[in-house]
């Protein structure tokens, strides 16, 4: 089975990427609410403001040029993901972009999932590098850093009058965060610094619904990782999950998060999903297929991996865009197929 799953990272290696109407209270329950509900279709575009910081746009289908949020919004997307990373070189993905984005976001209509990595880059499945700033701390003094870090940054998205409706608590966190203070094979202090992050979003919305995000449902490891967690006194309430297997696996793999999760009597999402923009009909089958048996398996949705990335921004080949005509590839039709 592994041999036919693709990783983003693989693909990411050698990229150019250079680079109200009502109270905040009251939208917190009824986004809560829905979000307990609702089937969502998405996206991650974290990639946006700094495609368009260097003159980067996108055209809908009719080869209109509009904004990409409105683009999505036509083809039934209602939730977008933003990362952030605590002290990013050149500024991109920092909290204050991020913010910015969310309540772009917000604006739109769409439902803001904000996505923390606990690194100055990326964090994934293999790399879990704690910041610059954290690296020489031991438990107690990273369990305090942790605290501000997330309340403060928390905060700023609270200023700007957004609301999340999930927070994810770590990126693909199969081996921890932070390593080596916080890996998995410490997991009392994994624990403690994720139910710290926890805590500190639930101080600044109650209401929002905190993620643990791993990828590759289908390994033995997920399972032991939320055993683990669970054992040592982990607070969450949803499961998220990566993956990028082919049409093929799509049902059997939504199995593998429908079952992790229900070990756990938590909601899941399919929080990445992506496929390449070389073969469009292709990907579109296999988006097809994790939506049906996503909507079919109580899956709360599935957010796609930056469908808006064009190759002349990044050698990212799991896009959903046409990089020469810069419209969306048939792919999108995917979308509004479940």
């Known amino acids: 089975m592994s041999g036919q799953l693709i990783s983003r990272r693989t693909l990411l290696q050698g990229a150019a990427v250079g ?14 609410a829905s979000a307990a509900t609702a089937f969502y279709k998405g996206a991650d575009i974290s990639w946006v403001p700094q495609m368009e910081s260097q003159g980067f746009y996108w055209r809908n289908a009719a080869g209109v040029r509009q904004d990409i949020l409105t683009i999505l919004k036509g083809y039934g997307l209602s939730a977008i993901r933003l990362r952030t990373w605590v002290n990013p070189a050149g500024g991109h993905c920092a909290i204050g972009e991020t913010a910015a984005m969310a309540l772009r976001v917000q604006d739109a209509g769409m439902a803001v999932n904000i996505d923390y990595h606990f690194s100055d880059t990326w964090a994934d499945e ?19 850093a942790m ?31 932070c390593h080596p203070v916080g890996s998995v094979s410490n997991p009392a202090q994994m624990t403690g610094l994720l ?30 990782f939320f055993n683990a967690y669970a054992s040592h006194g982990g607070k969450w309430d949803m499961n998220g999950f990566s ?38 009909s292709g990907t579109e089958t296999t ?4 939506l049906t048996a996503l909507k079919s398996n109580g899956g709360q949705g599935l957010l796609y991996w930056e469908p808006e990335v064009l190759s ?8 959903a865009w046409n990089s020469s005509t810069r419209e969306p590839t048939v792919i999108m039709n995917g979308f509004a197929a479940v």
């Open 195 to 224: 139910n710290a992050a926890h805590d500190e979003v639930k101080q600044v919305f109650p209401n929002a619904v905190v993620m643990i995000h791993l990828a590759s449902p289908q390994h033995s490891s997920v399972a032991a």
């Open 312 to 319: 002349q921004f990044a050698g990212y080949g799991m896009g």
């Open 147 to 177: 605290k501000s870090y997330v309340s403060s940054t928390m905060n700023v998205i609270k200023s700007k009058g957004v609301t999340p409706t999930w927070v994810q608590i770590g990126n693909e966190e199969n081996s921890g965060i």
């Open 19 to 32: 680079a109200g109407a009502l109270a905040l209270g009251q939208l917190g329950t009824a986004q809560a």
């Open 243 to 280: 993956s990028y297997g082919s049409a093929s696996l799509a049902a059997s793999l939504v199995n593998d998060m429908k079952s992790v999760s229900n070990a756990h009597g938590k909601p899941y999402m399919q929080v990445e999903f992506g496929g390449p923009v070389s073969n469009p």
């Open 126 to 144: 293999g790399h879990q590098v704690p910041p610059a700033a954290w690296k020489n701390m031991n438990y107690s003094q990273m369990l305090s």
């Open 287 to 290: 988006l097809k297929n994790y």
